[in-house]
DNA sequence: CGACTGGCCGAGTTA
DNA sequence: CGGCCAGTCG
């Protein structure tokens, strides 16, 4: 491990950088990964430092096994033994996992998903009587997250805002307080908990806190920018004793604003940090100079950031590609053509991917690679784990493991059907919470209570059940359990007997489920981690900090990429296709606040910075999207590129393979409805003045300067424009009043 | 109790 | 256009 020959200047100033502060400013493509991987291996190897006394955090599963897997490459995983390589939530959890009772939980605790939190919040609402339709709980739960992520409690959420004088704040408050006992009482945390309940055992348990800042001695962490206050202060806890804290992020990166990301963290890290290192990498080792270039340009309209430049000694490579399509048939069929069209000249399917803003946007791409025989894959739409399936014999597990999971209890109630509904929980449940036990222990004696007695059988048969299923806990290994429960629950059987392809389906799933348990009995037995556990909880709560993009891919499969943008930072492409480049998509509707089109365009500053060899920007006049077509504004972002739209070139030259009847009429179909009901409209007005436009239309009007219609709505003098104008944005005009003219 | 249906509403990114 | 929920009927 030659340091010097295989990192650039400054990845070896920041690899060998051992004590105090480090703030590693590291472009997109700059080798971040090198440098903290030959950072650890430095420390180790050259600095005797223990691997017992490293902190190496990432945001996600795949970023911390990636770290690992090369950090082992580097040094050979024996002399990793013992060294934390964990997102936050799962070192949070195992720390938690290990100092439970302190807080007040047990150590067999659960972590909720977005739906059983969505669960507890409703059944809140219904405890204190609130009409969900007069307070809804998805706005309650923005408002808990949005809490949370800035450290406030129900107590100080109370405190903060007005509640005596404010109805809408004084009620949130109350389901706040009433979530978070529910959760305690649940043994269960959401995920911002994770992170909020170690910063409170940390706060109050100075002997814990100092175990740790002594144990992580160096702490990394990765991704700096998409920390939250509670990331942030969590990870200022454990460093304030040694201040041997490396940071590495990219400002420009920072596309979680939505989930609380603090951009300010990493802007800030050195007036927090004053005597800290500043190392800025801006060689970019993955892509062409056209890209870098395009990368730079987008990004240099934002205001709140530092500066950086990205270069490379590569070539200037392959022009940038934009295409304006019709529709989003189109644009679909476009890409397409370009694939194969790569594929013929030698070129992988798996060397193309498609990111969009929306998840939404990838139905008509599918559509398209499927009659043309591509084989692709989606990465996030429907998530394995988040089937139907799946979520139930994850929640029989935890009632398995804990029995005092309601939640999970409520869920696998009626799996398979034995005829317990709502009902009888509701009424279990209400008992329960009466006389302070749990609702499979109501169950178990559903005979005692005359309201349970029309299902006091069914009640207590599945009680009995469970508490049997239950007895074999320990005597197998997970897998095996994991099958065990699988077919002792019933589900299987009852999947056989409606014998219809999806049950078949479901089926697979389980089975895969299996393969996942076995998966994870290896990860645990290969481990160089030592506080791995070969048990039904650990095994849980790895599922439950589990995604999609974790699951271990098989490495072969060649098959283009979907993803959302989100999903793709952090990968790299040879072909790149950032599709739907159109205002209200890219940037989205939402983004309305200057901050928010920042963000928006950071956000387009990664896709782009996704592509090695080539780059596709495509947009589409029409497209048809939520079960309208609408005419559309291309994005701003492909005007801040400067880049010319590429004409409809003669494509027939590069593929005739689509160029087929049936294919052009489906394109054609939607649009000519389209426009259809644009003609009908105007029609049945016969007024002059609407009928001398049309959406497409580019007009002028007096104050807002020049724009494109969008959108018309009702007829003659009630005819409402809707026009995104060049400058001002998007307006809703009264066409009778607003005095257009053409241009 | 639960399956089915019609209507309504929403439609963004995620560990 | 599709998912979810409430209401109805078996």
Known sequence: MDLKKELNKEQYLAATHVEGPLLILAGAG?????????????????????????????????????????????????????????????????????YADRIGFNSNFIIYDETEVQVVLKECLRRLNIDEK??????????????????????????????YNNHLFRMVS????????????????????????????????????????????????????DTNMAQYEFVRLLASKYKNLCVVGD???SIYGFRGADIRNILEFENEYHDCKVIKLEQNYRSTQNILDAANRIIKNNTERRHKRLWTEQGHGEPITRYEAEDQNDEALY???????????????????????????????????????????????????????????????????NPLDDVALRRIINVPKRGI??????????????????????FLNAGNYPELSRTASKLSSFALKIMDIMMKKDTMAISEYVKYVIYESGMIEELKRENTDEAESRIENLMEFISVANEYESEVLESPDAENLNNLTSFLQNIAL??????????????????????????????????????????????EMPEEVEEERRLCYVAITRAKKKLYLTHSRLRLLYGRTNY???????????LKAEKEEDRSEKSTTFRTGAVRKGAFGRVVNSVGDVKALNQQTGKVDTKDFKVGDRVKHKKFGNGTIVKMEGSGDKTVVEIQFDSTGMKRLMLAYAKLSHI
């Open 30 to 98: 700059s080798g971040k990964t090198r440098v903290i991987t030959y950072r650890i291996a430095h420390l180790i190897r050259n600095c005797g430092v223990s691997p017992y006394n490293i902190l190496a955090i990432t945001f996600t599963n795949k970023a911390a096994r990636e770290m690992a897997e090369r950090a082992s490459f580097l040094l050979g995983e024996e002399n990793l033994y013992g060294i934390w390589i964990n997102t936050f939530h799962a070192a949070c959890g195992k720390i938690l996992r290990r």
């Open 134 to 163: 007069y307070l809804d709980p998805k706005a309650v739960r923005k408002y808990i997250s949005k809490a949370k992520d800035e450290m406030i409690s129900w107590k100080d959420f109370t405190k903060s805002h007005d509640t």
């Open 174 to 225: 109350e389901v706040y307080k009433m979530y978070q006992e529910t959760l305690l009482a649940n043994n269960a945390m959401d995920f911002d908990d994770m992170i909020l309940m170690t910063i409170k055992l940390f706060k109050e348990n100075p002997d814990v806190l100092d175990y740790y800042q002594e144990k992580f001695k160096f702490i990394m962490v990765d991704e700096y920018q």
């Open 251 to 253: 400002d420009d990166q």
């Open 335 to 401: 890409i397409v053509s370009a694939i194969q069209d790569g594929v013929r000249k030698g070129m992988k399917y798996s060397d193309f991917t498609i990111l969009y803003r929306i998840n939404a946007l990838s139905q008509t791409i599918e559509k398209a690679l499927t009659r043309f025989g591509i084989p692709y894959r989606v990465y996030g739409g429907l998530k394995f784990f988040d089937r139907k399936e799946i979520k139930d014999i994850v929640c029989y597990l935890r009632v398995l493991d």
């Open 421 to 442: 509904g709502e009902v009888s929980y509701n009424n279990a449940y209400d008992i329960a919470l009466r006389e302070d036990t749990n609702v499979l222990n109501v």
């Open 546 to 591: 589990s995604t999609d993009m974790d699951k271990q891919e098989e490495v072969d499969a060649d098959t283009v990429t979907l993803m959302t943008i989100h999903n793709s930072k952090g990968l790299e492409f040879p072909v790149v296709f950032v599709i739907a480049m159109e205002e209200g998509t890219f940037p989205s509707m939402r983004a």
């Open 632 to 642: 559309r504004v291309p994005s701003r972002f492909l005007r801040e590129l400067e």
